[in-house]
């Protein structure tokens, strides 16, 4: 059986280390977006222009995937149909093999991650590799992500210098940012330049002009883009936009909540094949995987809003206490509460929906305005409940609808109250001691 | 509790009992946010009132002539935030409460790590919020923490007893209630 979230948070919560690293970098992210935030003035009414257009996006997903289509062949770009992870990795290693392969580049890209493509790449004996600095140091150390934005969050710099002098470079002798770069990119440059296959996702793929957009901070995702071959984007069919104008909205909204930046250092929009210049060779695999059964649920389909900014993890409460790995999921924090269970299966991840105190501390950053709470609740819902559960909460709930029932049981239970010890709460907590009397005792005697 | 838990169908038998049972009524207080929060998103057209909100912004009453002379530290609990949206009336009630010294301390606004069933299903974490609430509570000099909420305070309390600190929890209205 999986475990469950709290079973993993538990564990992750022994970690003091990545405990700390994690507090300080999400506090930090979280401050930096706050401060810009606080200083775009018309930061409310972007909110409801990017929750608007992906409303009218996913209202109308179909049409939109067809005309991305159209106008991504007319540009030259050869567009793919996956289903499910598996067909999407197929057609990958089709092409790979098709145009004979040797090394292939990745940049950072969730989706990819979501399928397990290199994975499946390896099964099929090709190598892939990582080349945003945070996944690269992930994959050499066969660890995986932690966060959206920040995959290796849950790292610090000492960490990262032993990572890279046992793998890439014997001969690092500091833990200094500037030189962890260098080492990276000394080992990275060769690779990029001999590489004959990128593989990337993309932010945003235009209906209207079949152009994909990629935001990335290194410019190693710029180079998986333009420098190999041939070029493969993985792209969920959610990350569709009406428009080319609608780009206005989401770059201004991403780089603030996702780095609490005003602008993105590298932001790739790319349209097609252009003789000379760039990839001579361009496919976008369009990803289903489950995503047209959230689609199906009024109120859990606007999860698939999602911009990946990775806010509502950097504020959750809850995250940076239990850190990524305890959601079992590429995409852990709030949002990951409510997209793994949908994306991956209900009873699979029954627990996630629960890994939340519905504080709404997500709400408020999300910066499409998805309401995660409501839709946490939507999915306990659903979640299949053990009958000793239903039980408890059947008979609480007879006891509580009439205040005759509370008032006996409250004065029964009132000597025993000081004896008591409930499971998970006495852990850390007390109880208070029982009142003299009781509410309505109180009340009659005013 | 029942809603959030995710039994739906026993909730709303409960609070459709609550609307019934107070039918009629021009106006209903209640003294905690959470279920003033959830009512009025069930019920919107309800007049329901956490109690500060309705001493300030339905009576205008910001001092209620209370006298309580302590170093406080206010919780501003979750639901009163984000969900009820109860302001600074909390705030102004207490500044006007003669002889209370208001005490900030940090993350103020970050959840206690109570979330009803969470405290239970999710102990460890949950334990590690209220850890961070505590530390912080008793990094001041405050006597007292408040809240609009007995949920909040209930937890919180329970994890500064637990450490057997000198910081003890009190609800927003017995403090109004003081003389």
């Known amino acids: ?446 | 509790m029942h809603t959030n838990s995710g039994f739906e169908a026993d909730g709303s038998k409960l609070s459709r009992a609550l609307i019934r049972a107070f039918d009629g009524c021009e106006v209903v207080v209640a003294p905690s946010s959470s279920c003033v929060g959830h009512m009025r998103e069930l019920e919107p057209d309800l007049p329901f009132y956490e109690l500060s909100e309705f001493l300030v912004k339905r009576l205008g009453l910001e001092d209620v002539g209370a006298r309580f002379a302590h170093r406080v530290a206010y919780h501003p609990s979750c639901h009163s935030l984000r969900v009820a949206h109860v302001g600074d009336a909390p705030e102004r009630l207490l500044r006007n409460v003669s002889g209370l010294e208001l005490v900030p301390f940090g993350g103020e606004r970050e959840c206690c790590g109570f979330g009803g069933t969470f405290a239970i299903k999710n102990s460890a974490v949950s334990g590690a919020m209220l850890a961070d609430k505590c530390d912080a509570l008793e990094h001041t000099d405050a006597e007292f923490c408040t809240a609009l909420d007995g949920s909040c305070l209930l937890h919180i309390g329970g994890g500064l007893s637990r450490r057997k600190s000198r910081v003890r929890t009190i609800h927003l209205a017995e403090i109004l209630a003081s003389q």
């Open chain 1, 1 to 446: 059986m999986t475990p469950t979230f709290s079973q993993r948070a538990e564990h992750e919560l022994q970690n003091t280390v990545q405990r700390s690293n994690l507090r300080r970098a999400a506090k930090t992210i979280g401050a930096r977006r706050a401060m810009v935030v606080a200083s775009t003035p018309d930061w409310e009414e972007l909110r409801e222009a990017g929750r608007a257009i992906k409303t009218e996006a996913l209202g109308r997903l179909d049409e939109y995937l067809l005309q991305f289509e159209a106008s991504a062949t007319a540009a030259g770009t050869t567009v793919h149909w996956a289903s499910t992870g598996t067909e999407a990795g197929e057609i990958v290693a089709h092409i790979c093999a098709t145009d004979g392969a040797h090394s292939i580049v990745k940049a950072k890209s969730l989706t990819t991650d979501e399928i397990h493509l290199n994975e499946q790449l390896a099964a099929h004996g090709l190598d892939v590799l990582e080349t945003d600095l945070a996944e690269l140091i992930l994959q050499l150390d066969h660890d995986w992500s932690s966060h959206i934005v920040v995959p290796a969050l849950h790292r610090n710099r000492n960490e990262i210098m032993e990572i890279f002098k046992r793998t890439i470079a014997p001969d690092l002798r500091t833990d200094e940012p500037a030189d962890l770069a260098e080492a990276a990119r000394s080992y990275l440059r060769m690779r990029f330049l001999n590489s004959d296959v990128g593989i990337s996702g993309a932010n945003f793929a235009v209906a209207e002009t079949g152009s994909l957009c990629l935001v990335e901070s290194e410019g190693n995702g710029r180079m998986c883009t333009t420098l190999p071959r041939v070029l493969i984007s993985v792209v969920g069919i959610e990350k569709v936009i009406p428009r080319f104008q609608d780009l206005e909205v989401f770059l201004q909204l991403l780089p603030r909540s996702a780095t609490g930046e005003q602008m993105n250092p590298y932001t790739s929009i790319w349209t097609g094949v252009t003789p000379g210049d760039g990839p001579e060779e361009m496919h976008v695999v369009l990803l289903d995987n489950r995503r047209t059964n959230v689609l199906a649920d009024p109120v859990g389909r606007d999860a698939l809003g999602c911009i990946r900014c990775g806010a509502c993890l950097n504020t959750c409460p809850v995250y940076t206490r239990s850190g990524g790995h305890a959601y079992g999921s590429v995409y852990p924090g709030p949002i990951g509460a409510i997209l793994t269970p949908q994306l991956d299966g209900l009873e699979k991840h029954a627990s996630l929906p629960y890994a939340s105190t519905l504080c709404g501390a997500c709400y408020e950053v999300c910066p499409v305005k998805i309401n995660i709470p409501h839709i946490l609740v939507h999915l306990r819902n659903q979640v299949p409940h053990r009958k000793s559960e239903r039980l408890a909460m059947r008979l609480a709930a007879l006891v509580l609808s009439k205040p005759r029932r509370v008032e006996v049981l409250s004065r029964l239970f009132r000597p025993l109250a000081r004896f008591a010890n409930v499971p998970g709460w006495s852990r850390s907590r007390d109880l208070p001691p029982p009142p003299k009397q009781t509410f309505s005792q109180w009340w009659r005697g005013r």
